[in-house]
């Protein structure tokens, strides 16, 4: 029942912008902490940003000052905005749902959307 899709990847040139959309369905979104990782080539799934159900953001050092994570309660929806994008960011990225006080590894997960940052 439960479901995370992810959608607005893609392939853009270093310095551009993508918005990330995750949808989700079959929870209590607002009870639920959101966040985004994302895993590239040959690496193990990172964290990337996380929202709370106040609003409260927090963020992995590389993308701080370069994303924005916001949710959308009323659409069940939260986002991330990514501006001047660099190759490094290139990587499948995966929308994570968890209640308060759990960790990500006991959430769910969507299916990834592919972002490639190359020229």
């Known amino acids: 029942q439960v479901q995370l899709v992810e959608s607005g990847g893609g392939l853009v040139q270093p310095g551009g912008s993508l918005r990330l959309s995750c949808a989700a369905s079959g929870i209590i979104f607002s009870i639920y902490v959101m966040g985004w990782y994302r895993q590239a080539p040959g690496k193990q799934r990172e964290y990337v940003a996380t929202i709370t159900n106040s609003g409260t953001t927090n963020y992995e050092s590389s993308v701080s000052g370069r994303f924005t994570i916001s949710r959308d309660n009323a659409k069940n929806t939260i986002y991330l905005q990514m501006n001047s994008l660099k190759p490094e960011d290139t990587a499948v990225y995966y929308c994570?749902?968890?209640?308060?006080?759990?960790?990500?590894?006991?959430?769910?997960w969507g299916q990834g959307t592919q972002v490639t940052v190359s020229s």
């Open positions: 994570n749902a968890r209640p308060i006080m759990a960790m990500e590894e006991d959430g769910y």
